[in-house]
């Protein structure tokens, strides 16, 4: 599968919000709930977008302090293209671009199924950290 990858690339609300729902099994929401071209252009130092032809097969977004931080948020591959490095690819690009953006340090956090993607895949060194559950419905 020929696949390109863009940082800051063109995407719509429809297609990642269809992404994000398949990826996290969730429903799909409806544009108004979650509009993810206000929220990346609000809160993050940038998103990669991966595309099969003009089909969206994957997206990251790395969100920052607007200093030396940066966080891994939403990697998302489509189901069908899986298993191809398209992840590991996705969280190389975000990488790349956070550190030549000046931030010193890449975080992510993961369920533990994803230990091996993240620590051995892409090259994360485990860290300890903590979670505080603000509400008992977890949104999509």
Do not use: K
């Not at 696949?3 to 544009?31: C, I, K, M, S």
């Amino acid at each position: 599968m020929a696949v390109t990858y863009e940082w800051r690339g063109d995407f719509d609300n429809v297609e990642v919000n269809e992404l994000h729902a398949q990826a996290f099994e969730t429903e799909v929401p409806d544009e108004a709930e979650r509009n993810w071209t206000e929220l990346v252009r609000t809160h993050s130092l940038g998103w990669v977008v991966a595309r099969h032809g003009d089909d969206l097969v994957g997206f990251v977004n790395v969100i920052w302090d607007g200093y030396a931080h940066a966080w891994i948020e939403d990697t998302m591959v489509a189901s069908r293209a899986r298993g191809q490095g398209i992840g590991t690819r996705l969280v190389a690009m975000a990488r790349d671009h956070a550190r030549d953006s000046g931030c010193q340090w890449l975080h992510v956090d993961f369920g533990e199924h994803l230990r091996p993607f993240y620590l051995t895949s892409c090259g994360f060194a485990p860290s300890h950290g903590g979670l505080i559950a603000l509400t008992q419905h977890r949104a999509g």
